[in-house]
């Protein structure tokens, strides 16, 4: 397991991997799938947006709150909700490019603002956030008992964390994922959450509440192939998510079969 000092090199190349967006052929191949096949099944079952409404509610009202933006790139969906609404906003990324793009799109928002710092370093002060959104974000840190740390240190009393990241609990995804990783050119800060990893966020937070997605639902994928209507095809996905959305709020059984879980957290 890396160290403080050697997630901090690794970020260095992070951020010139995010600055410059330099893949070779099988991220991009995944990327394509990624980005492609399984957006398209999450936007005609409806995954994707019920998790984005999901994550306002969590919000709750921002008007009383020091928020982070933890790893938002350029934003995010909800960035300029954020910014706009919070007491305080900070949006942090490791890419200067990515940073001050979000930089100019905030900057009519007086509480709002953004910086180019790596998470862990000890350049970073602020603390005392109420929430630290991190979405897509987690699982990029190999030491999680370093992250844990980091984050209830940065937290204010009660704070609370909102997070989406991917799952490799799940025996054919982390059989795929084994193949593809001695390939990929982001497996460096590429780690999606194990049981292991699940376990240490909920003995380290109260998880007030946490979703799964495509569990069932990602074999829509192969349902693709029957000779049935394409309005066949999604009333099977709506109703496989259903199950995967409802079942993973308190099985863990279902969570680990999914391919992300999106968690609301509260520091203990």
Same mark, same amino acid.
């Given at each position: 397991? @890396?160290?403080?000092?050697?997630?901090?090199?690794?970020? +260095?190349? =992070?951020?010139?991997?995010?600055?410059? @967006?330099? @893949?070779?052929?099988?991220?991009?191949?995944? %990327?394509? $799938?990624?980005? !492609?096949?399984?957006?398209?099944?999450?936007?005609? +079952?409806?995954?994707?947006?019920?998790?984005?409404?999901?994550?306002?509610?969590?919000? !709750?009202?921002?008007?009383?709150?020091?928020?982070? &933006?933890?790893?938002?790139?350029?934003?995010?969906?909800? %960035?300029?909700?954020? /910014?706009?609404?919070?007491?305080?906003?900070?949006?942090?990324?490791?890419? &200067?490019?990515?940073? %001050?793009?979000?930089?100019?799109?905030?900057?009519?928002?007086?509480?709002?603002?953004?910086?180019?710092?790596?998470?862990? %370093?000890?350049?970073?002060?602020?603390?005392?956030?109420?929430?630290?959104? /991190?979405?897509?974000?987690?699982?990029?840190?190999?030491?999680?008992?370093?992250?844990?740390? *980091?984050?209830?240190?940065?937290?204010? *009393?009660?704070?609370?964390?909102?997070?989406?990241?991917?799952?490799?609990?799940?025996?054919?995804?982390?059989?795929?994922?084994?193949?593809?990783?001695?390939?990929?050119?982001?497996?460096?800060?590429?780690?999606?959450?194990?049981?292991?990893?699940?376990?240490?966020?909920?003995?380290?937070?109260?998880?007030?509440?946490?979703?799964?997605?495509?569990? @069932?639902? *990602?074999?829509? /994928?192969?349902?693709? $192939?029957?000779? +049935?209507?394409?309005?066949?095809?999604?009333? +099977?996905?709506? =109703?496989?998510? *259903?199950?995967?959305?409802? !079942?993973?709020?308190?099985?863990?059984?279902?969570?680990?079969?999914?391919?992300?879980?999106?968690?609301?957290?509260?520091?203990?």
């Amino acid at each position: 397991m @890396k160290t403080k000092h050697a997630i901090l090199e690794t970020n +260095i190349k =992070q951020k010139e991997f995010y600055n410059h @967006k330099k @893949k070779n052929f099988a991220t991009s191949v995944w %990327s394509k $799938i990624r980005n !492609g096949l399984l957006n398209r099944i999450k936007k005609n +079952i409806g995954v994707q947006d019920q998790a984005y409404v999901l994550h306002k509610e969590w919000f !709750g009202d921002l008007s009383s709150k020091k928020v982070l &933006d933890l790893g938002c790139f350029s934003g995010n969906y909800w %960035s300029m909700y954020l /910014a706009e609404n919070a007491k305080e906003y900070l949006g942090i990324d490791l890419s &200067d490019v990515a940073i %001050s793009k979000l930089s100019e799109r905030i900057r009519y928002f007086p509480n709002a603002e953004a910086q180019a710092i790596d998470f862990l %370093s000890d350049e970073f002060t602020a603390k005392d956030f109420d929430l630290i959104y /991190a979405y897509g974000v987690l699982h990029h840190f190999e030491n999680t008992s370093i992250l844990i740390d *980091k984050l209830n240190e940065k937290l204010a *009393k009660d704070g609370e964390i909102i997070s989406y990241d991917p799952l490799e609990t799940s025996f054919p995804v982390k059989v795929l994922r084994t193949l593809y990783r001695p390939f990929q050119s982001d497996a460096a800060w590429e780690w999606p959450f194990t049981k292991k990893t699940f376990y240490l966020f909920q003995k380290s937070f109260n998880i007030v509440e946490r979703r799964g997605l495509l569990g @069932k639902s *990602k074999w829509v /994928a192969l349902a693709n $192939i029957l000779p +049935i209507s394409s309005e066949k095809k999604n009333e +099977i996905g709506r =109703q496989w998510h *259903k199950d995967d959305w409802d !079942g993973s709020k308190i099985s863990d059984v279902v969570l680990f079969r999914c391919m992300h879980v999106t968690m609301l957290m509260k520091k203990k």
